[in-house]
Each structure stands twice: as C-alpha cells, then as structure tokens.
C-alpha cells in the first residue's frame, strides 16, 4: 500500500499473503456509516487485525500486488 502522506515511517507497507487473507483485514472506507475523516485515514485506511494500530496505513493512494 502507498499512502498519500508525504514522507514519514508510514508512507507505504508491505503486507504477507497471511495478513491479506486474513478474515479481519480490511480496506476501511467509512467507520459507523460516514466517511472516514482525514484524521481517521480518508479516503481509505487499511486494517490488520495482526499489526499495532499505529501501523495500519491512512490515506491509502494506491495498492499494489505482486506474484509471490
């Protein structure tokens, strides 16, 4: 995942297959029916259940995958 965020630890991430797959990982576009804030990652936020929360990258711009 790449995030819009300039710079910084959390500009993009790499996820395994394990956590992709995972049944809780999502690609979170709205929290209690509204649109997620910028402060809460708009406009999307990835979620993994196995990561700390700090982790789940805001601002999602682009997602790429890659054959494994």
């Known amino acids: 995942m790449v995030s819009l965020q300039r ?3 959390f500009g993009q991430a790499a996820l395994q297959a394990n956590q992709i797959a995972h049944p809780d990982a999502l690609l979170a576009l709205c ?3 509204a649109d997620l804030t910028l402060d809460y990652g ?3 936020r990835i979620i993994v259940s196995s990561l700390p ?3 789940h990258t ?3 711009g682009a997602i790429d995958f890659e054959a494994g």
């Open 58 to 60: 805001k601002w999602v």
């Open 7 to 9: 710079g910084g630890a």
């Open 31 to 33: 929290v209690d029916c």
């Open 53 to 55: 929360g700090v982790h």
């Open 42 to 44: 708009y406009p999307a």
